[in-house]
Nanobody, 126 residues
Framework: QVQLVESGGGLVQAGGSLRLSCAAS????????MGWFRQPPGKEREFVGA????????YYADSVKGRFTISRDNAKNMVYLQMNSLKPEDTAVYYC???????????????????WGQGTQVTVSS
């Protein structure tokens, strides 16, 4: 059973930064593409970005491109989401997720991910 645990959320002023972390259990973490999603209040869950299993190759939603950076450390079973220049519209619960299938390509579809963390709240004040 795979467990994903996010941390690092909180309250920040617009223009500020936060770094989210996602700790994963399991011995095969390095074989899976990982994604970040978010769910703003009253809205559906949306794709934020993903990083390939090789630690290179990232893909971002247009809304966060140039402001957010995803990285991973396969030796530590960790994935990170560095968020800069935060805006009030970035307010959401942020989730990390494991891509379905070993060595899978990134996907923006939430149903292509099979394991999810519990989420961490990010609130950006104006």
């Amino acid at each position: 059973q795979v467990q994903l645990v996010e941390s690092g959320g909180g309250l920040v002023q617009a223009g500020g930064s936060l770094r989210l972390s996602c700790a994963a259990s399991g011995r095969t973490f390095s074989l899976y593409t990982m994604g970040w999603f978010r769910q703003p209040p009253g809205k559906e869950r949306e794709f934020v970005g993903a990083i390939s299993w090789r630690e290179t190759g990232t893909y971002y939603a247009d809304s966060v491109k140039g402001r957010f950076t995803i990285s991973r450390d396969n030796a530590k079973n960790m994935v990170y989401l560095q968020m800069n220049s935060l805006k009030p519209e970035d307010t959401a619960v942020y989730y990390c997720a494991r891509r379905l299938g070993v060595r899978g390509m990134y996907s923006t579809r939430f149903d292509d991910y099979d394991y999810w963390g519990q989420g961490t709240q990010v609130t950006v004040s104006s």
